[in-house]
């Protein structure tokens, strides 16, 4: 599917090994809740279908995040309308189940003590119900390399730490010897953060939240470089090629719709070395031609499946600046 996307643009490139997340390896889950006539029901949906399945033997999810089914089930029971279903995010943290719940009833005071005793018996680190956080009991921590972050309610991870971790080793040996990296769509600091082991990094992300997220947990860190971070719509408003003039290196890790605007001017920067990172082989490859026909080489490229026994495709490639 990678190779199709660059041969539609006239490229190719020499593919390494694919690198597959094994089996009940996501992190992350987000279950639909549904009250019943007696009790609720919380699963996935069937395939095109508002139907919910429940699913208590999933092949797909971490084992610990099969607890979370009963929690979204009682959620459901506690504070969902029947008439529509509650969407439950469950997270694996480094201190128990990060649950984040949306589509519920507007919690009065009852409720409210209700999804407090609801979080103490199911011994979750923290529930948030409709964007507002009821109960913090430990911080729902992530790890990225040494360094923990509290990422905000339901903010984006990747889907598994073995996809991650072979994500970070392909940035980081991709942009080895820069003195100062800039990061684009950084999230929480997944690549922004263990980069700051060798390099001066700059930080740029759509939302304030995981902005926060990021800058608290270098601050928290012990022996890192400087990371300076900034809250900005790329979208909208990509960092022009004279913004990025300071830097040697770029880490892109743009969501599904790709990063044209963001490109461009990324292209016309002209940095060393850039590292793109990609959910969706036909975005990433029109940006990939981009680059190219601006003077780059697109080295190689890494394909890690974090989403197995699926057609979604995660990867990571190498671009090199190889024409003045």
Known sequence: MVKQALRAHGLSATFRPIVTS????????????????KSALAGFHARASDQIIATPDCKLIDPALLAGLPVAERLAMIGAS?????NVTVTVSNNGLDVAALGGLKADGPMLVD???AAEESDLARLTWNDEVIVSRRPPTQSFETIEVIPPPGAFLQATREGESALRDVVHEIVSGAKAIVDLFAGCGTFALPLATQARVHAVEGSRDMVQALDAGWRK???LKQVTSET?????????AEDLSDFDACVIDPPRAGAEAQTRELARARLSQVAYVSCN???????????????YT?????????FRWSTHIELAASFSLTSA
Do not use: I
């Not at 094994?22 to 006539?37: E, Y």
């Not at 697109?298 to 974090?306: F, P, Y």
């Open 22 to 37: 094994p089996p009940q390896s996501r992190r992350r889950a987000v279950f639909s809740a549904r009250r019943t006539k």
């Open 82 to 86: 029947r008439r529509s279903e509650l």
């Open 115 to 117: 999804l407090a005793h």
């Open 221 to 223: 860190a012990n022996n």
């Open 232 to 240: 900005r719509d790329l979208f909208h408003n990509p960092l022009r």
């Open 281 to 295: 082989p036909r975005s990433f490859a029109r940006d990939a031609a981009l680059l190219v026909a601006e003077g």
């Open 298 to 306: 697109l080295d190689w490229v890494q394909v890690v499946d974090q």
